[in-house]
């Protein structure tokens, strides 16, 4: 982090090294009010996350799936941008294509992610 507290990322290299790791979200930036992670799905995986205390925000890098927020099916792919408000029931499934995204979460982020 720099003295004034701005950080650059490279892009490529997070998606890299998310898809490489063993678990789907790799969160690489967390202030008091913010929390930005990658989070990556393969085209088997189950996606196992339950709604969260934080607004969030989905921007899909590659890949296709579909959500179902709160019952309702939203077909996703590069270049979407999803916002799910806080203690939204949500899931990717039907997941098409490897799916990388990164993650914007309100208040810091959910409790227990990945560091």
């Known amino acids: 982090m720099s003295d004034s507290g701005w950080q650059d990322f490279d892009l490529a290299k997070l998606v890299e090294k998310a898809v490489s790791q063993d678990t789907p979200y790799l969160e690489f930036l967390r202030v008091p009010q913010l929390s930005f992670g990658i989070y990556s799905l393969a ?5 196992t996350q339950s ?3 934080e607004d969030e925000v989905y921007f ?3 890949g296709s799936a579909t959500m179902v927020l709160e019952g309702d099916p939203k077909t ?3 270049g979407s941008i999803l916002y799910v408000p806080a203690d939204t029931n949500h899931e990717f499934v039907e997941i ?3 799916l990388s995204m990164l993650v914007f979460f309100g208040s810091g982020g959910p409790s227990g992610a990945q560091i």
């Not at 085209?43 to 996606?47: H, I, M």
């Open 76 to 78: 996703l792919g590069p």
């Open 96 to 98: 098409k294509e490897e």
């Open 51 to 53: 709604s969260h205390d």
């Open 60 to 62: 899909v890098l590659r």
């Open 43 to 47: 085209v088997v995986a189950t996606d």
